[in-house]
């Protein structure tokens, strides 16, 4: 029992439906042979009753021949004697038909053979008898030819005592194989009753028990299903190594692992709720106002900087869109945030809370997803600072314009003036001072052209005059433009300018070439070389390529993009003359206002290339 417990739930099924399956066979034999045994009981009763018949035709047959036969004699009539011939006939068929029944069967043989021999030599009495047709007498008497007569009355009572014999005999077979055939039915009949039971009592003795064996591990395994639900401890394992057993220990694994995400889940939430706090307070401590709204502009929820800044909460929203924070016009506030969604730089507005300070903001909109749901982040980044700082920036271009560089200029000529011997002759040492003050003055009135020259650039004031132009020839007019600079160190330029076409401002441009020649000339070594050259890509889009490289100390890596920033050098140590360190900035602001591209990049062997490219242009002469 325990090894069945122990089989495959499959094994278990099959075997449940093989075992009346093997007793449907056996039982099936056995009524098979019933049925072989039944049917030979039938096959010899048919047999009997056919030996019965062909007795009692004989019988009738040859008691019709008889009647023919005296009719015959009596009335003489050819009808009479044609029927005695036909009844004949038959009698001598059913005689021979019967005698080869009898004699298919070995215990009838002998019967058969006797019925046989005794039934011919009556009928050969009777042909020889005063009662054959072929006799003249009408009505013959017994007693006339007494002996023909004898022979005939023994032949006939010999011939009818065989035949009574054979049929009392085939009479009590019939009898007897009806018994038996009606006890075969009864016993078969009884058989098959017996044989259903006991079937259906088996398998469902075998269908219980294999049911109550899986119903109840089923069981096991759903109530483990329920307890694993509300966090009971599970049953113990089941003891089986069928399919339900596997089941078992699979659902026993994937207990084992629920529990382990469980601690896992646990401690994923209680990092996603330190994450959330923190990104709260990173939220809450971002110098800008944050808004969360759907769609519509319905805001969901705003942070700390917000409520702060305007002195609202999520309540000032209720029943009002985001649209309520600006101070608006009705007609302008309509489609407000629709618009705002599509922009994509941030718009300047005004916006207020209850008290009614108007606050300057730059307003932006960031689309993102929350479980496939589009959410909204709208951003208001108070601009009152940058206001103040701009109005402060342009205080201080102002005053550098008016208040500093007038009296500058005014002193520079009053030096010059001065230098000419226009209030007459001066002294050496006075001369001297003066030629001091007077490069000094330039040089600061150079430095406030310089600062606001950038400042015009950056706030997009320079105007370009583009227009084709012979770039190479541009860059030639730069080296000969830089040469005299050149001799204090005893430098060599080298210069290679492949004809080059451009559509640019010629005035700033060279500035460009020339701010970069006077960087490369301050940094290059006594006797250096700087090499210049100018030429077109083979690029899909060609571009004019210009670069410039010197001997000096190189940049480094780290400072390759800070160069080009206001105020930012290199290495203010390496600068060996006084600056503010605008050229590089102006030449980038320059070359962006062109739609190019600027940088620097290590040389081969020592020093910098710098190097900028614009578009190429189709060859033309200027206008």
């Known amino acids: 029992m325990l090894s069945f417990l122990k089989t495959r739930l499959a094994a278990k099924i099959a075997l449940t439906m093989a075992i009346p399956v093997v007793v449907n066979l056996l039982l099936y034999g056995e009524m098979q042979r019933q049925l072989v045994s039944l049917e030979r009981l039938t096959d010899e009763l048919a047999v009997r009753r056919n030996i019965v018949q062909h007795t009692n035709d004989i019988v009738i047959a040859n008691y019709f021949a008889i009647q023919s036969l005296m009719q015959f004699k009596m009335f003489n009539k050819p009808s009479d004697r044609q029927a005695y011939q036909e009844y004949l006939s038959k009698y001598r068929h059913e005689l021979d038909t019967l005698a080869v029944l009898l004699n298919g069967r070995a215990a009838d043989r002998e019967v058969g053979l006797n019925l046989q021999k005794v039934g011919r030599q009556y009928l050969s009495a009777l042909d020889g008898s005063q009662f054959s047709p072929n006799?003249?007498?009408?009505?013959?008497?017994?007693?006339?030819?007494?002996?023909?007569?004898?022979?005939?009355?023994?032949?006939?009572?010999?011939?009818?005592?065989?035949?009574?014999?054979?049929?009392?005999?085939?009479?009590?077979?019939?009898?007897?194989?009806?018994?038996?055939?009606?006890?075969?039915?009864?016993?078969?009949?009884?058989?098959?009753?017996?044989?259903?039971?006991?079937n259906s009592l088996l398998a469902l003795a075998m269908a219980i028990l294999v049911a109550a064996l899986i119903v109840r591990r089923i069981n096991v395994v759903r109530a483990n299903a329920e307890r694993l639900a509300r966090g009971l401890p599970l049953l113990s394992p089941l003891n089986s190594a069928d399919e339900i057993g596997a089941l078992d220990k699979t659902f026993r694994q994937m207990a084992a692992a629920l529990d382990s995400a469980r601690e896992r889940e646990k401690e994923m939430l209680s990092t996603i709720e330190e994450s959330r706090d923190e990104l709260t307070m990173v939220i809450n401590k971002i110098p800008a106002a944050l808004f969360v709204t759907d769609q519509l502009g319905n805001v969901e929820s705003l942070n700390t900087v917000a409520e702060q800044l305007f002195g609202i909460d999520i309540s000032y929203f209720e029943n009002a869109k985001i649209e309520k924070i600006f101070r608006l016009k009705a007609a302008e506030k309509e489609g407000l945030f629709a618009r705002l969604m599509r922009g994509s730089k941030p718009v300047a507005l005004f916006a207020a809370g209850p008290d009614g300070e108007v606050v300057p903001v730059n307003v932006s909109v960031i689309e993102y997803h929350v479980a496939g749901t589009a959410k909204y982040l709208t951003t208001l980044v108070d601009e009152t600072q940058r206001l103040v700082l701009e109005q402060a920036k342009g205080d201080f271009f102002n005053m550098v314009s008016h208040d500093m560089r007038t009296p500058l200029t005014s002193l520079s000529g009053v030096l010059q003036m001065a230098l000419a011997g226009t209030y007459g002759p001066l002294p050496d040492v006075a001369q001297s001072k003066l030629e001091i003050a007077r490069s000094s003055s330039d040089l600061l009135l150079s430095m406030i052209n310089r600062l606001l020259e950038i400042e015009r650039i950056e706030s997009s004031n320079l105007e370009l005059k583009i227009e084709p132009?012979?770039?190479?020839?541009?860059?030639?007019?730069?080296?000969?433009?830089?040469?005299?600079?050149?001799?204090?160190k005893a430098l060599r330029l080298e210069l290679v300018a492949e004809p080059c076409f451009v559509a640019a401002d010629s005035h700033y441009l060279l500035e460009v070439i020339l701010n970069l020649l006077t960087n490369a000339?301050?940094?290059?070594?006594?006797?250096?070389?700087?090499?210049?050259?100018?030429?077109?890509?083979?690029?899909?889009?060609?571009?004019?390529?210009?670069?410039?490289?010197?001997?000096?100390p190189g940049v480094p890596a780290d400072k390759k993009e800070q160069i080009f920033e206001r105020f930012l050098q290199s290495d203010s140590s390496r600068d060996r003359s006084s600056g503010f360190g605008l050229g590089l900035s102006i030449c980038r602001r320059i070359i962006l206002q062109h739609g190019g591209e600027i940088g620097v990049k290590d040389a081969s062997a020592r020093g910098a290339i710098f190097w900028f490219a614009l578009k190429a242009a189709a060859s033309q002469s200027r206008s």
């Open 135 to 198: 006799e003249h007498n009408q009505v013959g008497s017994f007693f006339d030819d007494l002996e023909r007569n004898r022979k005939l009355k023994d032949a006939t009572v010999v011939f009818l005592t065989t035949l009574k014999d054979v049929g009392r005999k085939a009479q009590k077979d019939v009898e007897l194989a009806s018994l038996q055939e009606s006890e075969s039915r009864l016993g078969f009949r009884q058989f098959c009753q017996f044989v259903i039971f006991a």
């Open 469 to 488: 132009l012979d770039f190479a020839a541009l860059v030639r007019q730069a080296g000969d433009l830089i040469s005299p600079q050149l001799e204090p």
């Open 521 to 552: 000339i301050k940094y290059s070594p006594e006797k250096g070389l700087l090499s210049m050259s100018c030429r077109v890509t083979k690029d899909a889009a060609p571009l004019v390529l210009f670069e410039l490289s010197d001997q000096g």
